[in-house]
């Protein structure tokens, strides 16, 4: 078990000036080499939400504008996860835009394979912050591979000369500009960010609700500093993304003891040794969440630690072990409090687990809803509707 030093507010010094902190900001550079003529960065649109990070720092958060990064894994995998994000931004009216040439981050190359190298890989994420500047929308980052990766990018190109010469030549002969946002952002900062509009919006009652909440490691573990802490969740020891949005929605948020732990997915470990992830995922994490905790359901905020911490249940179960939580992603989790159907929109028929106990607790006919889903997937065999409407997810 990992034991993590709790700081005193003492040794806390920059909550009270953040020029104290163990890191240094980034920010003075980045626009500092905009001066120079190195790049161009992107200012995040008003209206914006201002949050504190680790060290004290203002990090913006963009309310619309925004332009959504959308996850490989997502998409394959788990696509009610990205549907429910881009369903709170229509039921709030903001303006979006989901883009169709975006591609992939790379980083499940870099980091499982490495395969790839710096410069190709910083040109992937500058080339789509390019693509995201000529719409005039602002990235938002869905994945938290993603998220982590382009920040470690940012860092590199910050401190490495070379570098940014490299990809400045790729980014001509691509005829893009080499464009820098001012933030990078992930997603569940901004649901984080819009929390108690959500809880305003608020329809089923999660007060009776139970979870344990995952922290994603490339949220908070690279490049920590740009992560958003708060003093009411856990005194800021731990970031208050995914905590502080369940909070809001009335969620009785449990605590256990290796919420430090990876979810067991690894990027190379769920390539080479697949079974140490499965394992890893249920005895390190879904069984001692059960055993210290006992949650209606597991909510996270990145595309691999949904995967993982849901499909490795139904290896498990076959070998006796304590499992049968649902794994939901926080916008699924605020899209569902708002109303949002549980297949038309969150799709919970991709997901593994039994999740129709956690409807049921929430008041939810899940039998009701399926045939409503069910009916509209008869008109697509037919060749009445050739997809899903988001007409079709409101009613």
Partial sequence: MIHLPILKATDRKWETDPSQA???DLKDEIFQLEKEGEWIVQ???????????????????????????????????????????????RQ?????????????CTAWNY???????????????????????????????????????????????????????????I??????????????????????????RIAERQVIDMSHIVATVHPACHYHKLIEEDAIYSEEIYGAQRTAIVTGTLQALGVQVKDYSTWFDCCGFGFRHILVS??????????????????????????????????????SQFAAKAHGKKV??????????????????????????????????????????????WDEFEAECEKIRKGEKAYLTWEDADA
């Fill in 22 to 24: 163990p890191t240094h």
């Fill in 43 to 89: 200012r995040v649109p008003e209206p914006y939400f201002e949050v504190k990070t680790k060290y004290g720092r203002i990090k913006k958060i963009p309310l619309e504008k925004t332009w959504h990064h959308k996850s490989c894994g997502q998409c394959g995998h788990i696509p009610g996860y990205s549907t429910s994000i881009f369903w709170l931004n």
């Fill in 92 to 104: 709030f009216g903001l303006d979006y835009h989901d883009p169709t040439n975006q591609t992939s």
């Fill in 111 to 169: 980091y499982a394979s490495a395969t790839s190298n710096p410069e190709a890989q910083a040109a992937v994420a500058i080339r789509n912050f390019a693509s995201a500047y000529k719409t005039g929308y602002f990235p938002l980052i869905h994945c938290g591979t993603s998220f982590g990766h382009y920040k470690e990018v940012r860092h590199a190109l910050v401190h490495q000369p070379e570098l940014r010469r490299k990809v400045k030549k």
């Fill in 171 to 196: 980014m001509d002969r691509l005829g893009l500009p080499f464009v820098i946002p001012e933030e990078i952002v992930h997603y569940s900062e901004w649901v984080y960010a819009m929390r108690d």
């Fill in 274 to 311: 697949r079974d140490f992830s499965r394992s890893f995922a249920v005895q390190r994490k879904i069984e001692v969440m059960k055993e210290e905790a006992n949650p209606d359901v597991v909510v996270t905020h990145d595309t691999g630690c949904v995967t993982t911490l849901d499909q």
């Fill in 324 to 369: 049968g939580v649902p794994v939901m992603s926080d916008s699924q989790m605020a899209a569902l409090a708002m109303g949002a159907h549980p297949y038309k929109v969150l799709q919970l028929h991709w997901h593994n687990t039994n999740n129709k106990p956690f409807l049921e607790k929430l008041g939810i006919d899940w039998k009701k809803k």
